[in-house]
């Protein structure tokens, strides 16, 4: 069974302090995606990276980077130089590969809380 | 705005009353999803539309929730007899597919409170 886990509940740092996120999953399939969104207040999920599985590339934008580990099964999130906007609800979710009609349903995290104190 | 829509944000009704929501996908997106969030947890997968056909259903979908895409643009959820349980916010996304992959975008969500 597919399975992301969110250890960290909520993180509190201090704006400018850099923080990572951590995303660990279990998965069997060898073709599978790995994805962020970030929730504000606001409620809706923004979309912030997408990796597949063949791909173990760190990728960097802007403040942001992702690290994907397989041997590990770990896909972590950092953030350089906190701003207070960064506060919010970040999940971590994996899709397996679909084909034809199959679904790419997303499984995700309970979700970090970031908490960026000014 | 050219963004995945949904109404209402907000329902606030009785237990034991009915409620369809509506969410309005991305025009140029023929996969359609619904997700269930509830405090504290990530979003969980109900049912997934391609078009119009309604491809796969959570056994979190009960016998009380119905969701349609006709025409295989935008989609309703309905709860029939709502629970106190029931109340959650709902998430509605889409998508268009590349490849074996996709990149679902979401909307802003309803939020619904069963009294």
């Known amino acids: 069974a597919q399975k992301v886990t969110q250890a960290q509940t909520e993180i509190s740092v201090v704006e400018k302090e850099d923080v990572t996120l951590d995303c660990v999953y279990e998965?069997?399939?060898?073709?599978?995606?790995l994805f962020w969104y970030k929730q504000p207040p606001s409620g809706e999920l923004v979309f912030l990276i997408r990796r597949n599985s063949f791909d173990e590339q760190n990728e960097i934008s802007g403040r942001y980077s992702w690290n994907f580990q397989k041997s590990t099964s770990s896909f972590n999130f950092t953030i350089t130089a906190s701003q207070v906007v960064d506060s919010a609800v970040y999940f971590c979710a994996l899709s397996e590969a679909g084909y034809g009609g199959a679904t790419n349903k997303l499984i995700f995290g309970t979700g970090t809380l970031l908490a960026v104190q000014p | 705005d050219t963004g995945v829509s949904q109404d209402p944000r907000h329902k606030i009704t009785k237990r034991g009353q009915n409620v369809t929501f509506r969410c309005d996908p991305i025009s140029e997106h023929n996969r359609l999803y619904w997700y269930r969030q509830t405090l504290g947890q990530g979003p969980e997968f109900l049912t997934y539309f391609q078009n119009e056909a309604q491809l796969e259903k959570s056994r979190l979908l009960s016998d009380r929730f119905s969701a349609e895409r006709p025409k295989g643009s935008f989609s309703t959820l309905e709860i029939q007899r709502t629970e106190q349980g029931d109340s959650a916010m709902y998430l509605c996304a889409s998508s268009s597919r590349t490849g074996s992959s996709e990149t679902q975008y979401f909307g802003p969500g309803t939020r619904l409170l069963v009294l």
């Open positions: 998965t069997r399939d060898t073709t599978y995606y």
